[in-house]
T-cell receptor
């Protein structure tokens, strides 16, 4: 079945630093979604990408849909303490007629003030 | 405001007891989902429903049951057959189109007494 591999699994950074994380798939995706989960809360959608090569920003966050359609990247610039959380990538599950999503296992971000 | 409401936030189960987790949405979404989240394991799909009165097993359905009698509601019952129920449970909903983002509730944390 499909697998999404996120890396890194976790990262510790100093406040103010930029962050990069990525997600790769074993199959081609037509959509990439990035979510953030704060501790004890549900995931919240950050950015949705629908076209290969697309680059989309949401404040200090920028995500890119890889041109191979098998990967996506999320960058956070000038990190702040409230960026702490788990970041998940997701894409459409390949089952016929299914509206499910496949999720990566997440990148856990810690920001040191 | 439109959204997904999960209740309760915290739930305790005694051995041999069934417990039911509530999920209500007012987003007019046809599809609803239940996920289980354990530390370091990402989101695992328990059950999903694409339309009222119909639901399908996900990857880890054993020991769980659901119903979908109303569009707005998708309760999850954790039965006594689920031997390791301690986890964070997340409910989500989406429109019925491939690749559409899912919107999540704030979760229910279930623990064993």
């Amino acid at each position: 079945g499909q697998q999404l591999n996120q890396s890194p699994q976790s990262m510790f950074i100093q406040e103010g630093e930029d962050v990069s994380m990525n997600c790769t798939s074993s199959s081609i995706f037509n959509t990439w979604l990035w979510y953030k989960q704060d501790p004890g809360e549900g995931p919240v959608l950050l950015i949705a990408l629908y076209k290969a090569g697309e680059l989309t920003s949401n404040g200090r966050l920028t995500a890119q849909f890889g041109i191979t359609r098998k990967d996506s990247f999320l960058n956070i610039s000038a990190s702040i303490p409230s960026d702490v959380g788990i970041y998940f990538c997701a894409g459409p599950y390949s089952g016929a007629g299914s509206y499910q999503l496949t999720f990566g296992k997440g990148t856990k971000l810690s920001v040191i003030p | 405001d439109g959204g997904i409401t999960q209740s309760p936030k915290y739930l305790f189960r005694k051995e041999g007891q069934n417990v039911t987790l509530s999920c209500e949405q007012n987003l007019n979404h046809d599809a609803m989902y239940w996920y289980r989240q354990d530390p370091g394991q990402g989101l695992r799909l328990i059950y999903y429903s694409q339309i009222v009165n119909d639901f399908q097993k996900g990857d880890i359905a054993e020991g769980y049951s659901v119903s979908r009698e109303k569009k707005e509601s998708f309760p999850l019952t954790v039965t006594s057959a689920q031997k390791n129920p301690t986890a964070f449970y997340l409910c989500a909903s989406s429109v019925n189109r491939v690749g559409q983002p899912q919107h999540f509730g704030d979760g229910t944390r279930l623990s064993i007494l």
